[in-house]
């Protein structure tokens, strides 16, 4: 073998050696991220998570596996493999199963937990958000309030928590504000994705005289436009399925509260906190969506009211009361 040969030979198995010793390092050097969701990842409340660590995953900053549709009864088992398999970040939905949730993370306190939740943080690893996007939620009710012309709207919801509570809440106020003599129809289907169910529940409303609907689950914008009303969207804007249905939507950001969790993991700073002001306004969690098809179908002077609203809760001047309890039906 001539020289030049064994030298060119000698760099290859060199470079090939070089290879397999660093390649697990750079891998490793990815944070192991794992979700958790209950319903399927395509429903609204998840699809924002997911497409938050999605976004992360393109920036190469995270490895993501998930799993969906799992049932509470194996919630703790699958959070347990997770953490067994190594992810450094935990993110899931602990509504239903607060207690085995919280156990998980007590016996694996290397293991950093964001878990959307009712309660508190637990020290030292486990940290809560929610969707506090209340705020634009308020300004959907301005439109919905204004744009109504029966002075009645349905309400269909999931499960009369405090996640799902305080939008509704905040919605009906907004109505209010701009129409004093709205009335309010409220069901909750206690179902966090049952499309047909909600939007049966929403025929039982436009039967009795809504003309808006508050789409907090899917399939109510379904049974708007079959009927030919208004809906509001919730977390998610879906105009582009509904054109002529969706007026406009109160839209959930979950990059501000993921991006955060990653970085205080990454700096080895995580620790048990509430992350839910980052679903606000004033950190990008949470906005309006735009009018879209309707700009100019929604009356100019409705418009500027919820600017003007919109404005002064950017510039801390107006505050939307949180009310957690469950909203009462006012219709007749």
Known sequence: MSLSRRHTLMLSLAAATLAAATGPVFAQAKMKVAAIYTVPVEQQWVSRIDKALKAAVARGEIEY???????????????????EKGNTLIVGESFAVEAAARKVAKDYPKVSFLMGSSGKPQAPNFSVFDNYIQEPAYLTGMIAGGMSKSNKIGMVGGYPIPEVNRLMNAFMA???????????????????????????????????????????????????????????????????????????????????????????????????????????????????????????KVPADLVAKVKAKEKAIYDGKFSVKVDDNQPKPTAK
């Open 65 to 83: 596996v998930f799993s969906e549709n799992v049932a509470n009864a194996d919630y703790e088992r699958v959070m347990r493999q997770y953490a």
């Open 174 to 296: 907004g109505a209010k504000e701009v129409n004093p003599k709205v009335e309010f129809m409220v069901t909750f289907i206690n179902s966090w994705f049952d499309p047909p169910k909600a939007k049966e529940a929403a025929f039982a409303m436009i039967d009795k005289g809504a003309d808006v609907m508050y789409a907090e689950r899917f399939g109510v914008s379904d049974a708007a436009k079959e009927r030919k009303i208004l809906a509001i969207g919730n977390v998610i804007n879906t105009q582009k399925d509904y054109p002529e249905t969706v007026v406009s939507s109160a839209l959930w950001n979950m990059e501000p509260t993921i991006d955060r969790a990653l970085k205080a993991v990454k700096d080895g700073k995580f620790k048990a906190e509430d992350y839910g002001s980052y679903s606000m306004m004033k950190h990008k969690g949470s906005e309006l969506s735009p009018l879209g098809t309707f700009e100019g």
